[in-house]
Nanobody
């Protein structure tokens, strides 16, 4: 059964790095696009951070460009989010998501059909 399961969240200090993983069984074929979103505490909107389509093309939000990298390992059926130089404002619940329509992974959360349960990242000073 296709599913998305995030892991790797935790508590870090500002300036440190963290890599999130998403076991994306059934979603790493070229048919699907994948993305990472986050939801900041107290904010209802999930922010699209990064996406990768079936051909490996990536997009990034301006807020994380140059600090975060989205990677897909098709053999391991795993999606990663490498996060460097984490800041206090990166504290959030992080979700991986998937959809069979390529453009939807580049858009808002309402366009994406499949979600993981999330993993929490806390950045402290």
């Amino acid at each position: 059964q296709a599913q998305l399961v995030e892991s790797g969240g935790g508590s870090v200090q500002a300036g440190e790095s963290l890599t999130l993983s998403c076991a994306a069984s059934g979603f790493t074929s070229r048919r699907y696009c994948l993305a990472w979103f986050r939801q900041i505490p107290g904010i209802s909107v999930r922010e699209n951070l990064a996406s990768i389509d079936g051909d490996g093309r990536t997009t990034y939000a301006e807020s994380v460009k140059g600090r975060f990298s989205i990677l897909k390992d098709t053999d391991k059926e795993t999606l990663y989010l490498q996060m460097n130089n984490l800041q206090l404002e990166d504290t959030a619940m992080y979700y991986c998501a998937a959809d069979w329509r390529p453009g939807n992974c580049r858009g808002g959360a309402g366009l994406v059909g499949h979600w993981g349960q999330g993993t929490r990242v806390t950045v402290s000073s």
